[in-house]
């Protein structure tokens, strides 16, 4: 297996707007500021970057050249006649980062303008609006084996994120973030503080069943629903799109490293360290008894061993590796996870946030913003 690379790169940035084009009374008609995050996953081509390894790093420096334009500035002023929605700041991002920085093969470009909402371009323009809500519930999965932790009464603090897809091609705001918050109201008042096993449809309330459970009553009122994530904890969670599953499973770790084709100039090549995110991608049917497509608990003890490999060690003397940065390590753990997790198609090491190297076994379409 011969994985497809995409690299990552993130970049903050403090702008002030006015959205004119919408209501008078709206919260967001007049001046005010945001705390925006610009993200960015390409596909480049090899000796793209000065060297093999530097791929991430440059990536980063040609998106902050261009975010740095909007940083502590009147975005208005500089979109001129475009609205400055999520929207068209990712547009305008993603021409700046092509006619001004050179950047190849951009497969997704977004915006988020708080913690909670964004929007996502992807390679054929395509817009895709998020919207992230909470909920605090209890349930127990019935049908797990005896001595399963999950079988016992608990609770989780949910979250579940809203993806809608915008008009193609389309530069005002045709799904308003409100409109979301309308549409998600009476899904809040169903599932927060309530006990998700007595609810109809959530006997077995598992991630997977829970996203399906609200993909079927959403689409029905929100015709532009793409697909929506379930996050059980901070680190784990499921996406369901209509027709297909896929969880991932997170972790952190702590490793040393040098990238011994950085030039001896170079920063990178000395002896340095990450607290990497690492993220696990698997795509399975879905168990019809049991609610899930692979265990969560699962996921991690098959992983663990290859954990283990990685966390608290020096990365440059592992065996098997042509180099340490983002994208071998990300094809290495995807390799060898697959050893032990047939479903493992996916791979994500992040370096900082948003900054790595995302490892597939194929080249997907929209990547999921998760």
Same mark, same amino acid.
């Given at each position: 297996m011969s994985p497809h690379t995409l690299f990552t790169a993130s970049c903050n940035f403090e702008s002030a707007r006015q959205v004119g084009l919408l209501p008078s009374?709206?919260?967001a008609h007049g001046l005010h500021g945001h705390s925006f995050l610009a993200k960015i996953r390409a596909d480049l081509p090899a000796a793209w970057a000065p060297f093999p390894g530097a791929e991430v790093h440059t990536l980063g420096e040609r998106l902050a050249a261009c975010t740095g334009q909007l940083d502590y500035r009147l975005i208005n002023e500089v979109l001129g006649?475009?609205?400055?929605?999520?929207?068209?700041?990712?547009r305008w991002l993603r021409d700046q980062l092509?006619?001004?920085?050179?950047?190849?093969?951009?497969?997704?470009?977004?915006?988020?303008?708080? +913690?909670?909402?964004?929007?996502?371009?992807?390679?054929? @323009?395509?817009?895709h609006v998020w919207r992230r809500y909470r909920f605090q519930s209890a349930h127990k999965l019935p049908n797990v084996p005896i001595g399963h932790k999950c079988g016992?009464?608990?609770g989780h603090g949910f979250e579940v994120i809203v993806h809608a897809n915008? /008009? +193609?091609?389309?530069?005002? =705001?045709? =799904? @308003?973030? /409100?409109?979301?918050?309308?549409?998600?109201?009476?899904?809040?008042?169903?599932?927060?503080?309530?006990?998700?096993?007595?609810?109809? &449809?959530?006997?077995?309330?598992?991630?997977?069943?829970?996203?399906?459970?609200?993909?079927?009553?959403?689409?029905?009122?929100?015709?532009e629903l793409s697909w929506v994530t379930v996050y059980e904890t901070g680190s784990c969670g499921a996406n369901f799109n209509g027709s297909a599953y896929r969880i991932w499973k997170e972790m952190t770790l702590d490793s040393a490293l040098f990238l011994r084709h950085a030039p001896d100039s170079d920063p990178l090549s000395h002896i340095h360290g990450h607290?990497?995110?690492?993220?696990?991608?698997?795509?399975?049917?879905?168990d019809e008894v049991m609610g899930w497509t692979v265990d969560f608990g699962d996921v991690k003890d098959r992983f663990n061993p290859i954990f283990k490999a990685l966390d608290h060690h020096p990365l440059h003397e592992l065996p098997g590796l042509d180099d340490c940065d983002a994208a071998s390590l990300a094809q290495w753990g995807l390799a060898q996870g697959r050893r032990s997790l047939p479903q493992l198609d996916r791979v994500d090491l992040y370096e900082t946030r948003g $900054? &790595? +190297? =995302? +490892?597939? $076994? @194929?080249?997907?379409?929209?990547?999921?913003?998760?």
């Open positions: 009374g709206h919260k006649s475009q609205a400055p929605t999520d929207e068209n700041i990712a092509v006619s001004q920085q050179g950047v190849p093969g951009l497969e997704q470009v977004g915006i988020q303008s708080t +913690a909670d909402q964004g929007v996502d371009l992807d390679r054929h @323009d395509q817009a016992r009464l608990h915008q /008009d +193609a091609g389309g530069r005002d =705001i045709s =799904i @308003d973030y /409100d409109h979301l918050d309308e549409i998600w109201a009476p899904f809040h008042y169903q599932l927060n503080h309530k006990y998700l096993n007595a609810i109809e &449809g959530l006997s077995n309330p598992t991630s997977e069943v829970i996203a399906a459970w609200l993909w079927d009553r959403l689409k029905a009122v929100l015709p607290t990497y995110t690492l993220r696990l991608h698997l795509s399975a049917p879905l $900054c &790595g +190297a =995302i +490892a597939l $076994c @194929d080249q997907e379409g929209p990547a999921l913003p998760v």
